[in-house]
């Protein structure tokens, strides 16, 4: 049984990489879709925002969804569209064509994908249901970096359209492949037992709580998609784009090691916080990106303080997929907690609008990236001290509350 738990983390992981590049590579892209399609940079990454917030608006519906019908079948058919809309994408030749086919069959592609494998390997890892969803979460947060340099390559050499056809058919063929691994858990009458326990999304969603979390997640998610969208523009405004270390580009090293660090970070601070306490593992973790936020804008020029601070970026932002479902979860408990999670990833949707196409449209109204860093580096530290002073205190007031009920 343990063995047959570990292939399920592994498969679901695999699963979780073949899908993660519409997301984590879109940076790439960037700067030949804006001459190619004839547009600026704000236009462009209204796509990169239909993707995650397609990819969270829908996440309630298809955790209910993920109840009727068999996991396995869901993911399959999360990796077919996610592929498919990068064969399609290589043929559009319009703006709102691109948002549709990258930005809207990409988003519900990824998102049917991310629930179906977290809701999954949640229930093959009962008791440590916050190991299980930091895992899944740095599958895909990691996943990219084996496609980061191949797909530069290609990019360099074949253009964007071929480049987004092969890869569209490996990500189809790599996903289907280890999803037909995945299985579904028995599930017996303690574990049931156990589902039971804990508050219904209703009434979740009525308390101050839930939507103090929700706004913690959205500004938090606002600072970290913002360098994942735009990490290409940021690196050719700093001149860094086309230099090298030790003979490798530094776009695409920074890029690889950003999905190193921001897979990491998701089951070590997960962990951390099981023993350090949430709350002060998030005000860590959030304080932690501001100053490498603030360092990183300093010594942008340098191009090995580019790569290794932007990995310190992504190593005080990553954990978010970790520390608010295992709050959520400790909060509420287990009854709805995919229901509910759902709802609180819904804030990244937001985050992507502000990171994306409004943090672009900043850069491009001020001629420089100094305020968008700013606002950033303003809304970690206040995440920060949100999470210490405010969350903190709430949460325990509201266990209290319902331990004396």
């Not at 996440?59 to 809309?85: F, K």
């Amino acid at each position: 049984m343990i063995a047959v738990k570990w292939q399920q983390m592994i498969a679901g992981l695999l699963c979780m990489g073949a899908i993660s590049s519409p997301q984590y590579v879109w940076t790439l892209f960037t700067p030949v879709l804006k001459t190619d399609f004839n547009t600026n940079a704000a236009a462009l990454q209204i796509t990169f925002s239909l993707l995650i917030v397609l990819q969270t608006l829908f996440s309630p519906i298809q955790g209910w969804i993920a109840q009727h019908i068999r996991p396995r079948s869901l993911i399959m058919l999360g990796i077919i569209i996610t592929g498919a809309s990068w064969v399609v994408t290589a043929h559009v030749h319009s703006l709102n064509m691109l948002y549709l086919t990258y930005g809207g069959l990409g988003g519900v592609g990824t998102g049917i994908v991310y629930v179906g494998v977290v809701s999954l390997l949640m229930q093959w890892f009962p008791k440590n249901r916050g190991m299980a969803a930091g895992a899944a979460a740095a599958g895909y947060g990691m996943g990219a970096m084996v496609t980061t340099f191949p797909i530069s390559h290609l990019l360099a050499a074949s253009g964007w359209r071929n480049t987004m056809t092969v890869f569209g058919l490996v990500m189809i063929v790599a996903g289907l492949v280890a999803s037909f691994f995945l299985k579904t858990p028995v599930q017996d009458a303690t574990q049931e037992t156990v589902e039971a326990q804990g508050y219904t999304t209703g009434y979740v969603v009525k308390t101050p709580l839930f939507w103090l979390m929700f706004f913690m997640m959205a500004t938090m998610a606002t600072s970290g998609l913002m360098v994942t969208s735009q990490l290409a523009q940021i690196a050719s405004d700093f001149g860094v784009a086309h230099l090298s270390i030790l003979g490798l580009a530094a776009l695409p090293l920074a890029m690889t090691l950003d999905r190193v660090a921001n897979g990491v970070t998701r089951p070590l601070f997960g962990w951390v916080s099981d023993h350090l306490g949430r709350e002060q593992t998030m005000a860590f973790a959030f304080t932690l990106e501001a100053i490498a936020l603030t360092c990183w804008l300093a010594l942008a020029n340098h191009p090995v303080a580019f790569v290794l601070l932007s990995g310190v970026v992504f190593l005080g932002w990553g954990e978010i997929f970790s520390l608010f479902p295992a709050t959520l979860t400790d909060t509420f408990g287990t009854r709805d907690a995919s229901r509910n999670y759902g709802l609180l990833y819904m804030a990244q949707g937001v985050g992507a609008i502000f990171g994306g196409p409004l943090a672009a449209w900043l850069h491009q109204a001020s001629g420089n990236w100094h305020p968008v860093f700013a606002l950033a580096i303003g809304g970690d530290l206040l995440t920060a001290f949100l999470a210490f002073a405010v969350l903190r205190p709430m949460r325990r007031r509201f266990m209290q509350s319902t331990y004396r009920a």
